[in-house]
């Protein structure tokens, strides 16, 4: 299982890709396709993923819609024109970040890469 802290800092990433690449979903939905896709090594906490979806919202890269199911009120989150690009900024961020740490990973105990 991957630590809370590590996810942290690439849980808006998380959330914006998911909702490019499937389109509108609930906080439940969110949570339950990032444990699927990661087969078990990520379990996003509704504590982690609720303040994230509210900061989108507000900051205008997310919209929300209700749906009444079994006489419960759904919240579903898509992503706005706004949303679109900064889920592609993000994406660069995070794949440079994750070279850059897989560099550090990679580096031999002694040795320099310059």
Known sequence: ????????????TI???LLKEE?????????H???ELTEGKMKLTYG???PILHKLEKDGSLITASENFNNRTRIYYALTPKGHTVV?????ELNEFIESLQ???DT????SNA
């Open 1 to 12: 299982m991957i630590p809370a802290d590590l996810i942290k800092g690439s849980l808006k």
């Open 15 to 17: 959330v914006l890709k």
């Open 23 to 31: 389109g509108p979903m609930h906080g439940y939905a969110i949570t």
């Open 33 to 35: 396709k990032v444990e």
């Open 48 to 50: 982690a993923l609720y």
């Open 88 to 92: 592609a900024d993000k994406i660069k």
């Open 103 to 105: 560099r550090i990973v």
């Open 108 to 111: 031999k105990p002694g040795l």
